[in-house]
């Protein structure tokens, strides 16, 4: 069983006593994968004939986040939606200049502009001019305009598993590109096994370091649920299961986690994941400020609708541009020198897991 630092799978000798805590902690009220599977399944329900601009907002919240913080704040009126980051939600070890936050709003941004067109709504992004960043959607009624990139909206998944290594076809690199195609931001794919070897070593050598730093551990330790209660009851973070490991009980989960979640361990299964890998995907910014960050989160996000419209997976792997001294030379491997690269992800065919879970939209209202 793989073991990841962002899943918690529990791995190696871990297995047994991991096991033996489920067996145990079922006893305990660790909730069941039906309950789980239910209250995800509720919030990625279809949006329905005639939605209030409430259930756009849905959708905008099932975008990728770093860390599933879930980083944004939602003001509604009539005619317009405002986004704003959530500061409160900062994982400040592993994106100290808010980065993530901004990539993620960019990544909702993309869901609620495809989804107010599916809902017959027209939603132009633009800015509210305050100093925090935050976005402002102006809205006006249109034709409902269904899109199969809408429609991918509620299967996409951060998938972290293995892959079949298989090869794209040349027609399917085509498609995610141009859908990934936006003002301001670069994309380079990688499909070339020696690329992706490179960006694999990279991967690693930012894991390592992450691994071994204890306030990065800490962080991470904050954002995982280690059973179905507690990933419904938060609502946010990351869930063991969404990796496809056991569930242990929430006592058991951060002694298991010191103990067995090495550098070393996740190495090993990040490797495995980057040789199981059909490509890499990096997106890079015109300039590091947050309007491109989020420039790039529409974009990386437009990307990963597409491979799932396509039943392709991916899944974000940013070790090399989190920790920023690896940043140089992940530039110079795409060209970029003198650039800060944004966002790396891995994508291929692979299984389904189960999906992340998310707050009430009614719970996001500013
Ligand atoms: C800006 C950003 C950075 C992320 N970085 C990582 C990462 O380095 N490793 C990882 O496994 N997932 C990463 N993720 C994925 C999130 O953890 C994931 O989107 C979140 O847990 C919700 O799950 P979902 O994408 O399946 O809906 C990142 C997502 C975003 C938007």
């Given at each position: 069983m793989a073991v990841h630092r962002?899943?918690?799978?529990?791995?190696?000798?871990a297995v047994a006593l991991a096991m033996a805590g489920a067996t145990l902690a079922g006893l305990h009220g660790m909730g069941s994968m039906a309950e789980y599977d239910a209250v995800v399944g509720a919030s990625r329900r279809a949006l329905g004939k005639h939605p209030g601009l409430r259930d756009i907002l849905r959708f905008a919240t099932l975008a990728p986040n770093g860390h599933n913080t879930q980083p944004w704040r939602f003001r509604v009126a009539s005619d317009r939606i405002e986004m704003a980051p959530?500061?409160?939600?900062?994982?400040?070890?592993?994106?100290p200049d808010d980065h993530h936050i901004f990539v993620s709003l960019g990544c909702a941004a993309e869901n609620l502009c495809l989804a107010a067109a599916a809902g017959g709504y027209v939603a132009d992004m633009g800015w509210t001019?305050?100093?925090?960043?935050s976005i402002a959607f102006p809205i006006r009624s249109g034709t409902p305009r269904d899109s199969t990139l809408f429609q991918a909206i509620a299967h996409r998944?951060?998938?972290?598993g293995p892959y079949d290594a298989k090869p794209m076809q040349v027609s399917e690199l085509n498609l995610l590109a141009s859908a990934a195609r936006t003002t301001g931001v670069d994309l380079v794919l990688i499909t070339q096994r020696e690329g992706i070897d490179q960006v694999r070593d990279l991967v690693v050598a930012g894991n390592t370091a992450q691994m071994n730093d204890r306030a990065f551990r800490r962080e991470l330790l904050h954002w995982l649920r280690f059973n179905a209660r507690d990933a419904i009851h938060a609502g946010d973070g990351m869930f063991s299961a969404g990796s496809g490991a056991a569930a242990v009980p929430s006592w058991a989960g951060p002694f298991l986690f010191e103990q067995f979640i090495t550098a070393q361990s996740e190495n090993k299964h990040y490797a495995s994941y980057l040789d199981s890998s059909s490509g890499v995907a990096i997106f890079v910014g015109a300039h590091a400020d947050p309007r491109h960050w989020v420039q790039v989160g529409r974009a990386c996000q437009r990307f990963a609708l597409q491979a799932t419209a396509l039943g392709l997976k991916c899944a974000f792997i940013n070790q090399p541009v989190e920790v920023a001294s690896l940043r140089p030379e992940l530039a110079s491997l795409v060209g970029a020198k003198g650039y800060r690269p944004d966002i790396v992800m891995r994508f291929g065919r692979g299984p389904a897991l189960p999906f992340s879970a998310r707050r009430a939209t009614a719970t996001l209202l500013a």
């Open positions: 962002r899943e918690v799978l529990i791995g190696g000798g959530d500061f409160m939600r900062r994982t400040p070890v592993v994106d001019g305050r100093t925090d960043g998944q951060s998938t972290r």
